[in-house]
C-alpha cells in the first residue's frame, strides 16, 4: 500500500488550498483515510477522516467549517479542501489508511496514528503574509 499525498504549498492567512492523497494497492471502496499534520515543535495531530464505506466523516474543532474531506472511489484518491487558512494551519500534512470491519467501525480510533495501517509521506503547507 502507497499513499502519496499533494497539494501543499505556500498560502496567504484567508487562502485556499486542496490536498490529494492518492492511494495505491489499497481500495477506497470500503476503507477509510485519516488525515494529521504535525508542526515544527508541535505534537502531531489529527485533522479529518473519512470512511469510504459508510461515508462517515469526522473533523477536529479547530477545522470545522473550513476543511472539507471527500474521498473519489473511482480515482482512488482523497481530498482535503481547506479554506479560511491562518498561519496556525501550517504544518506537514500526512494521509493514513485504514483497512475497515466491522470491528474497526465500532471501535474507530481515527485520531490515533498508529490505529492505521499505511501512511504516506506528507505534503507541506504554509500560511504566512
Known amino acids: 500500500v502507497q499513499l502519496q499525498a499533494s497539494g501543499g504549498g505556500w498560502v496567504q492567512p484567508g487562502g485556499s488550498l486542496r490536498l490529494s492523497c492518492e492511494v495505491s494497492g489499497f481500495t477506497l471502496n470500503n476503507n477509510a483515510v485519516g488525515w494529521f499534520r504535525q508542526a515544527p515543535g508541535r505534537e502531531r495531530e489529527a485533522v479529518a477522516y473519512i470512511d469510504s464505506g459508510d461515508s462517515r466523516t469526522y473533523y477536529v474543532d479547530s477545522v470545522k467549517g473550513r476543511f472539507t474531506v471527500s474521498s473519489d472511489k473511482v480515482k482512488n484518491t482523497v481530498y482535503l479542501q481547506m479554506t479560511s487558512l491562518n498561519p496556525e494551519d501550517t504544518a506537514r500534512y500526512y494521509c493514513?489508511?485504514?483497512?475497515?470491519?466491522?470491528?474497526?467501525?465500532?471501535?474507530?480510533?481515527?485520531?490515533?496514528?498508529?490505529?492505521?495501517?499505511?501512511w504516506g509521506q506528507g505534503t507541506q503547507v504554509t500560511v504566512s503574509s
Open positions: 493514513a489508511a485504514k483497512m475497515m470491519d466491522a470491528y474497526n467501525r465500532f471501535r474507530t480510533l481515527w485520531v490515533d496514528w498508529d490505529w492505521y495501517d499505511s
